[in-house]
């Protein structure tokens, strides 16, 4: 075996660290991007913006017209765990007993249910489960009514027992026969409580009108309004794009020196000058990138799904991110980092760029995409009879002589899932 010196010739990739901030900032949210400015503006002193306090996009529920960029959300609700500790305010009990209740208030998920296990809370704060299911129950005596439940079934149950007319055959089917209701095995359900099926549709009439996730419009102490990045604009058939340049604040890179010999400045003044420089200027540049390349890629989208703008979802054609990609001859990345989390204002409503994309049906000839398959599939259902609703196969041959689009039993009990929309006999009603 010899040992020696062996010569070779290779290329490498190397990308600067300018490069990498570049696409890292090009798959940045407007929000993001923002935080990300404001973090520059901080740290460099040579970066100052120029706020802007027009939002023509941005929803708002305030009395002032004027705002800065940088106030991205607006207080609009009291978080679910300020608002239930409000009312113990009222309520008599022990210091302990308050620490207690604290715990469990700490412990709902934004839903307002209780998921984790009483026995394991309870062994965490060293008291009996007995103790800690009392404190449990005095939880769920607060609003939003089946606030603490630890199930679907125990929320409903709480909520039927505060209705001002109680039902004592609804509460006795959600308490003991919960999965046969759910399941819709009514016929069984009927013989076992002894009353006619249309009865136990009138209870389900009014389960309906009860909130499953009661703690849900308390999730957030902040209401964050979605601010387009584009805009389509229709003018009579013409189509436009707008970029909304009022995300940013308008960015200022100061220059007071420039760097010549004659500069009587030391090395190191020179050097930190120079970098705050070149990482403004970067900045610039690469927002500026951001922004064509964001243009670039819905002039083709709008090229490629231009009756979608002028008629609707309902004409949503096949598109892929490397239709695009071979289009404006980039790498498929680029499309995807573009597209990550930017939204679009549309003359059928707001949508995130994302929504544009949809595969081809491979089961049918033609432009056809799963996107517009599924909205049609929606509208069929919400028009059944709902005595006699639509069975999957009978739901593919409509869609064939109502829209020509032929498609399998497998394939609309594919599509029907992932809408989440239960099968014909969970949405029969009687």
């Not at 965490?124 to 199930?151: F, H, M, N, W």
Request: aromatic share 6%; charged share 30%.
């Amino acid at each position: 075996m010899k040992i020696g010196l062996i010569q070779e010739q290779s290329l490498k990739l190397r990308m600067t660290q300018e490069l990498k901030q570049a696409i890292t900032l090009l798959q940045y949210s407007s929000a993001d991007l923002l935080s990300y400015v404001q973090e520059l503006v901080v740290e460099n002193p040579l970066i100052d913006v120029k706020e802007t306090y027009s939002t023509p996009y941005r929803e708002r529920r305030t009395n002032s017209n004027k705002q800065s960029f940088i106030e991205n959300s607006l207080k609009e609700r009291t978080c679910l765990r300020e608002h239930l500790r409000n009312q113990l305010i009222d309520i008599r009990m022990e210091q302990k007993e308050r620490v207690y209740v604290d715990f469990l208030i700490d412990a709902l998920d934004a839903n307002g249910y209780l998921k984790d296990d009483l026995a394991e809370l309870a062994s965490i704060l060293k008291v009996s489960e007995e103790l800690l299911e009392s404190k449990l129950y005095l939880l769920q005596t607060l609003d939003p009514v089946g606030i603490g439940a630890r199930s679907l079934q125990e929320c409903i149950l709480l909520q039927l027992r505060k209705l001002p007319v109680r039902n004592a055959v609804a509460e006795t089917i959600i308490s003991d026969h919960f999965r046969s209701f759910a399941e819709k095995s009514w016929k069984d359900l009927s013989k076992k409580v002894n009353v006619p099926i249309s009865e136990i549709q009138e209870i389900q009439n009014i389960i309906k009108t009860l909130e499953p996730r009661p703690g849900l419009k308390y999730e957030s102490d902040e209401t964050t309004y979605i601010t387009p990045d584009l805009t389509i604009e229709r003018v009579n058939d013409e189509l436009h794009i707008i970029y909304n340049d009022e995300i940013l604040p308008q960015l200022i890179i100061n220059q007071p020196i420039k760097l010549n010999e004659s500069n009587r400045l030391d090395t190191e003044t020179k050097d930190y000058y120079s970098k705050h420089l070149t990482q403004g200027k970067w900045l610039q540049r690469a927002i500026d990138q951001r922004k064509e390349t964001m243009i670039n890629v819905m002039k083709v989208i709008l090229h490629k799904q231009k009756e979608y703008f002028l008629y609707g979802k309902n004409f949503l054609k096949p598109l892929t991110l490397m239709d695009i990609a071979e289009t404006l001859d980039v790498h498929v990345s680029t499309v995807s980092r573009t597209v990550k989390d930017k939204f679009v204002q549309t003359p059928h409503g707001l949508v995130s760029m994302k929504s544009f994309f949809s595969t081809k049906l491979d089961e049918v000839s033609g432009e056809v995409s799963t996107t517009s398959v599924k909205i049609h599939l929606k509208e069929l259902i919400s028009a059944e009879d709902k005595m006699k609703p639509l069975s999957d196969q009978k739901i593919a041959n409509l869609l064939k002589t109502s829209y020509g689009i032929t498609i399998s039993r497998r394939t609309v009990t594919k599509y029907r899932e992932q809408l989440n929309i239960p099968t014909s006999v969970i949405r029969k009603q009687y």
